[in-house]
């Protein structure tokens, strides 16, 4: 076991503490700093399965999220009377190409238990942030905004898409952020019984998708509105008022559920507008700092892979640094076992994200076609025939990796 670290992480999302969680268990002791005044509670709901479920019950919060888990028993995909197209239940195998898995959970959620689960033995600094690094022969010196200098063995940034810590850190030609072509707004409305315990998605030409996900335990629905536009970049940077004005003009006459929508968008006080993009970076470590999850490595939402390659990247740094004293050799050794693992994710199938956001009537019939068929086949119990006949060809953009053990 390598000698204990005295290490900073940058962000109080899921890597970053996740991270700590297994760091703290080896002996290093964590300061975690989080811009924010407090807990971040916005965001997507997201799930846990394959091998993110393997690491959550190593890092033993596995009970915790399914307790916190938002009841979510399906999705539905309907058209603009309601009229469903097609049905899809939970997974309950934890399969990674479930459309629903077994647990789904709000971020703000599984933020908290990891939170709980951290607070005693990593020290949290709130309402603070790097604002300088300072690389020594034997340690790093971090200047922040509200706070003395302090000196630490290593840096982590954990603070997302767009890190300020990175920029610190790395020239922008380093990172490239790829924009997939469209932005998402999600805010949290009251729960309706229209809403049931399953999600429902509906599509309109014009790059437009309206999804609900109900969370029937906190009687809450989660909306999202979906947009394939080349003004993706400037609507996400907009105050809160504006996106809120933007997003209503965007989708005011899709019918269906989108009136109740934008009025509910209107009162919310949690919307937050993000943008469909992927970091792609040729090494997320220099010197003693090291990139972790969406900061180094962020597939975009519509991979379904980000929470998952947060919990792997926290699992495999926390692993190396436990692993070897020297810090140089156990950073070269996560970059060097991570690398799969986000090429895997950052992987997309052909046309992801546009298929789910056709422009014009014949995508969306498409979509409904393809949907309806997938719908068929899952009703009539055959999936593991079908199954068996498409996962050579699913192989082409996925494979299967095994977590190393430390």
């Given at each position: 076991?390598?000698?204990?670290?005295?290490?900073?992480?940058?962000?109080?999302?899921?890597?970053?503490?996740?991270?700590?969680?297994?760091?703290?268990?080896?002996?290093?002791?964590?300061?975690?700093?989080?811009?924010?005044?407090?807990?971040?509670?916005?965001?997507?709901?997201?799930?846990?399965?394959?091998?993110?479920?393997?690491?959550?019950?190593?890092?033993?919060?596995?009970?915790?999220?399914?307790?916190?888990?938002?009841?979510?028993?399906?999705?539905?995909?309907?058209?603009?009377?309601?009229?469903?197209?097609?049905?899809?239940?939970?997974?309950?195998?934890?399969?990674?190409?479930?459309?629903?898995?077994?647990?789904?959970?709000?971020?703000?959620?599984?933020?908290?238990?990891?939170?709980?689960?951290?607070?005693?033995?990593?020290?949290?600094?709130?309402?603070?942030?790097?604002?300088?690094?300072?690389?020594?022969?034997?340690?790093?010196?971090?200047?922040?905004?509200?706070?003395?200098?302090?000196?630490?063995?290593?840096?982590?940034?954990?603070?997302?898409?767009?890190?300020?810590?990175?920029g610190l850190v790395f020239p922008k030609s380093a990172v490239e952020i790829k924009n997939l072509g469209g932005c998402v707004a999600l805010m949290t409305i009251p729960w309706e019984e229209a809403d049931g315990n399953q999600s429902r998605w509906y599509c309109a030409p014009g790059g437009r998708a309206v999804f609900l996900r109900p969370q029937f335990k906190a009687k809450k629905?989660?909306?999202?509105?979906?947009?394939?536009?080349?003004?993706?970049?400037?609507?996400?940077?907009?105050?809160?008022?504006?996106?809120?004005?933007?997003?209503?003009?965007?989708?005011?006459?899709?019918?269906?559920?989108?009136?109740?929508?934008?009025?509910?968008?209107?009162?919310?006080?949690?919307?937050?507008?993000?943008?469909?993009?992927?970091?792609?970076?040729?090494?997320?470590?220099?010197?003693?700092?090291?990139?972790?999850?969406?900061?180094?490595?962020?597939?975009?939402?519509?991979?379904?892979?980000?929470?998952?390659?947060?919990?792997?990247?926290?699992?495999?740094?926390?692993?190396?640094?436990?692993?070897?004293?020297?810090?140089?050799?156990?950073?070269?050794?996560?970059?060097?076992?991570?690398?799969?693992?986000?090429?895997?994710?950052?992987?997309?199938?052909?046309?992801?994200?546009?298929?789910?956001?056709?422009?014009?009537?014949?995508?969306?019939?498409?979509?409904?076609?393809?949907?309806?068929?997938?719908?068929?086949?899952?009703?009539?119990?055959?999936?593991?025939?079908?199954?068996?006949?498409?996962?050579?060809?699913?192989?082409?953009?996925?494979?299967?990796?095994?977590?190393?053990?430390?």
């Open positions: 076991m390598a000698t204990p670290k005295n290490i900073l992480i940058a962000g109080g999302g899921i890597a970053g503490p996740s991270c700590a969680l297994l760091l703290t268990r080896k002996g290093h002791k964590v300061t975690i700093v989080e811009r924010a005044p407090q807990l971040r509670s916005t965001g997507q709901q997201i799930d846990v399965s394959g091998i993110g479920s393997e690491i959550v019950k190593h890092m033993g919060i596995w009970q915790a999220l399914h307790d916190r888990s938002t009841g979510e028993e399906g999705l539905k995909f309907v058209g603009a009377s309601n009229n469903i197209i097609a049905s899809f239940p939970v997974s309950k195998d934890g399969g990674p190409n479930a459309l629903v898995k077994e647990i789904e959970i709000l971020r703000g959620e599984m933020v908290d238990v990891i939170y709980q689960e951290t607070k005693d033995t990593t020290n949290y600094v709130f309402g603070d942030y790097i604002t300088a690094l300072s690389e020594q022969a034997t340690h790093v010196t971090v200047s922040f905004a509200n706070s003395p200098d302090q000196d630490f063995d290593m840096v982590i940034a954990a603070d997302g898409l767009f890190s300020q810590t990175r629905t989660g909306a999202y509105l979906g947009n394939m536009t080349a003004d993706s970049r400037r609507l996400v940077r907009l105050p809160v008022q504006e996106q809120k004005e933007a997003f209503a003009e965007m989708f005011r006459d899709l019918g269906w559920e989108t009136p109740r929508i934008i009025r509910e968008m209107m009162k919310a006080d949690d919307l937050y507008a993000q943008e469909l993009a992927q970091a792609k970076m040729g090494s997320w470590v220099k010197g003693r700092v090291a990139l972790l999850g969406d900061a180094g490595y962020c597939p975009s939402p519509v991979s379904g892979q980000g929470t998952t390659l947060a919990f792997i990247g926290a699992y495999i740094l926390a692993g190396c640094i436990s692993t070897h004293d020297d810090y140089e050799e156990a950073l070269r050794q996560y970059e060097e076992q991570m690398r799969p693992f986000v090429e895997q994710g950052q992987k997309l199938l052909p046309g992801v994200p546009g298929i789910a956001n056709p422009q014009t009537e014949w995508g969306r019939w498409a979509l409904y076609t393809f949907v309806w068929l997938a719908g068929l086949v899952n009703s009539w119990g055959i999936v593991g025939l079908v199954t068996r006949v498409v996962e050579p060809l699913a192989t082409i953009f996925s494979k299967e990796l095994e977590l190393p053990k430390y």
